[in-house]
């Protein structure tokens, strides 16, 4: 999916703030707290409604979100770039402004993201082995997100950018079926 130019415009603005020296807020606390904010915008479809039509003043929508900041004891940057998304009917794109400020912050801070996908759950000690590994390969500090996918005999494969590392029985398979149509 890709994430559109005004996703992009607000979690740059927020990455600014919240990696600048002296900031009060961590960039993973701030990621934090805007996903609890989102959890309960998800929760509850009279809410997403109120804060996305233009029929309710902006002030009334303040007021709302306002009240859920101090519910939810969000620091002060999350409460005012919240604001800011009310003022600029942005709150609809919360979601994906989340998921954007997510990888600018990673790309900033010299991670790169890997999707990973096995068979079966990976154990801890699988897991470390799996980082280290794809540390070496990029030369970057990893963050892997997992998942299981069913389709895979046994394995993994893993996505770093538009890089596929396929270790996945799978794979090995075609590879090992491609050499042999190759060699006779």
Known sequence: MTLSAVASRYANALADVVTAGGSALRPQDAVAQLRAFEAVLRSSPELQNALITPAVPVGRKRAVVGRLVDLLKLSPIARNFLFILIDRRRIASLAEIIQSFEEIVDERLGFARAEVASARELTEPQRIALNA??????????????????????????????????????????SLEHR?????
């Open 180 to 184: 042999l149509g190759t060699e006779g």
């Open 133 to 174: 590994q794809l540390e070496k390969l990029t030369g970057k500090r990893i963050r892997m997100r997992f998942a299981v996918d069913e389709a895979l005999i046994g394995g993994v494969v893993a996505r770093i950018g538009s890089t596929v590392y396929d270790g996945s029985l799978r794979g090995q398979l075609a």
